[in-house]
């Protein structure tokens, strides 16, 4: 049985940072491309970052230059790395690889 559990969420200060992490297990996704996603109350999910197989990523223009996508395929995961984040970052951040998500993990900025 495959799943995708996300960790890493909380309450952060305007400014402020938070490492993702989503951890696969029952498959081996090394050469699938891993994807975030984020959905914030009353709008719809959206994209936030991908990576590629090979480790090339892409942002969405929201979010490019303050968040960093990698992943580790010895450890099937992946991360984001989210700096500067402002209160309309609050979300839900989900992980999807293929055509599996996690349960998401709660973002929440506020001071």
């Known amino acids: 049985q495959v799943q995708l559990e996300e960790s890493g969420g909380g309450l952060v200060l305007p400014g402020g940072s938070l490492r993702l992490s989503c951890v696969a297990s029952g498959r081996d996704f090394s050469t699938f491309p891993m994807h975030w996603y984020r959905q914030a109350p009353g709008k719809e999910r959206e994209f936030v970052a991908g990576?590629?197989?090979?480790?090339?990523?892409v942002y969405s223009d929201s979010m490019k230059g303050r968040v960093a996508i990698s992943r580790d395929n010895a450890k099937n995961a992946v991360y984001l790395q989210m700096n500067s984040l402002q209160p309309e970052d609050t979300a839900v951040y989900y992980c999807?690889?293929?055509?599996?998500w996690g349960q998401g993990t709660q973002v929440t900025v506020s001071s």
């Open positions: 990576i590629t197989r090979a480790g090339s990523p």
């Open positions: 999807k690889i293929y055509s599996y």
